[in-house]
């Protein structure tokens, strides 16, 4: 959604599709599903062959896990009324996959310890990483067909404010970023913190869109749900 006063209301899609721009080539539907997948493909072998620790291939573990999951449910999208700006899906997109590389890719330079990998730290590490997918999996069931990867409001939206969105406007965000820290404590290098500051920048951007398109939408009834509820931790923020 984009907030500029051109950002008309687009006719409703049959389903949203993969889409990808290789400079002047744009892929859309199975085409760039195949690509999208050799691509993640080739950054996991990226992350293999530098040799990762144990740790760091269970995190990755979990994030394949997610990946997939990704996948799966875009395919089961309702129709949208409106939605984001593709060039600004793909921009944020982009950066979530570096994000994602520099929390595993021991980059030259960015390798010291901001946190010594003890067995406390590890720990930690691994139960803020699973905890919060496991958060984000219970939360998509409650926003159900309403999810989608970009900011978008679909067909017939309606404003969700069951279970974790009760408290929390954007509990998927919080799940997620929860992933970016797990994992970056569990690596305890600085590139993994990097990435993590990344994805947090990716995101709040994200929530900072979504929020303008909610209000659009849903007006005073979003007002109302912005006063009574935080955007990602109870009582904090």
Do not use: C
């Amino acid at each position: 959604m984009t907030d500029t006063p051109n950002s008309a209301e687009r006719e409703p899609q049959q389903r949203p599709q993969a889409m990808i721009k290789l400079g002047g080539l744009v892929l859309k539907g199975p085409a760039a599903t195949v690509v999208i997948s050799v691509m993640s493909a080739l950054i996991f072998l990226a992350i293999f062959y530098s040799r990762p620790t144990v740790r760091m291939l269970a995190s990755a573990a979990i994030w394949i896990v997610m990946i997939v999951y990704w996948n799966i449910s875009a395919r089961n999208i309702r129709p949208v009324a409106r939605a984001e700006d593709p060039e600004s899906t793909r921009r944020r997109q982009l950066l979530l996959n570096l994000a994602i590389l520099m929390l595993f890719v021991p980059v030259p330079g960015l390798t010291w310890q901001f946190l010594a990998p003890s067995t406390t730290a590890i720990a930690t590490g691994f139960t803020v990483q699973g905890g919060s997918a496991l958060f984000y999996f219970w939360t998509k069931q409650y926003l159900g067909r309403f999810w989608s990867s970009a900011v978008a409001i679909m067909k017939d939206h309606q404003l969700v404010r069951s279970g974790p969105y009760r408290l929390i406007r954007h509990p998927l965000y919080t799940g997620m970023l929860g992933m970016f820290i797990g994992t970056a404590i569990v690596s305890g290098q600085y590139h993994a913190l990097i990435g993590a500051g990344l994805g947090v920048f990716a995101y709040w951007g994200k929530i900072r869109i979504e929020e303008r398109a909610l209000s659009e939408a849903f007006g005073v009834e979003y007002a109302d749900y912005k006063r009574h509820s935080w955007a990602l931790i109870p009582w904090l923020l």
